[in-house]
């Protein structure tokens, strides 16, 4: 029996994917048809697994997109913030129905990146696996390959994530990003590969101040991250 300290397993939900680690060791990785076949392979596979384990579910830049938040004038307090943010999640995302928002560390004055995923997603999740798994955390798999990137010496000014449906771009400089945006659907690396290339090309990034990173669920990979969730199967290039 897994104790209730064990390490929590790293589930990824996705449109076109599902995939589960424990560390490094994958233990689920292949494509789906759709988020509800995603949640069903998900559900038989962690019912296979002994004793009651805790997961951090991470959701694909097609179910949790960012978007820049601009100053708001006038607007005051958290409350009436993350009001206008919510208002504002279906324009600037494209997700539809009610959504569910977080936003990142006020700046006095300053835009924001907000992060906006559908309540529909969010009720299927704990229907799925939270009723008899403890969920620790939900959140896009983007911001931990952000995360990372950004622990790099130097860090970089454009980071670009593609997962099994979108491609997520963040430019600008540590914690004052001005451009925070989703392409979905993504569905190959070209089109993912172009797409980062025309977002740095029109915010005039230098070459050598971006880093990529590619969701890969089986094949050789030029380089893996074990200090990312799913860093078995997260490529990074420069």
Known sequence: MLLAGSRALDVYFGTRAAAICDGMEVLLAEPTNGFEAGVAAVQKRLASQLGKRRIRAWLSGGLCRPFILPALPGVNGAHETLRVATMLANERT???????VWLDAPRRGEARVA??????????????VGNRFRVDSIGPWWVDVLR?????????????????????VLIGPVGGF?????????????????????????????PGHQ??????LGGAMAVRSPGSALGSLLEVSP
């Open 178 to 206: 001005e451009v925070a945006l989703t392409v979905s659907p993504v569905v190959d690396d070209a089109s993912a590969d172009s797409a980062f290339t025309r977002a740095l090309m029109s915010a005039d990034v230098a």
């Open 148 to 168: 990372v990137a950004l622990l790099q010496k130097a860090a970089p000014v454009a980071v670009g994530v593609q997962d099994c449906d979108s491609l997520t």
């Open 94 to 100: 494209g997700l539809a129905g009610a959504c569910r």
């Open 115 to 128: 992060i906006a995923v559908a309540v529909q997603t969010l009720d299927r999740l704990q229907e799925g």
């Open 211 to 216: 880093t990529f990173g590619r969701l890969v």
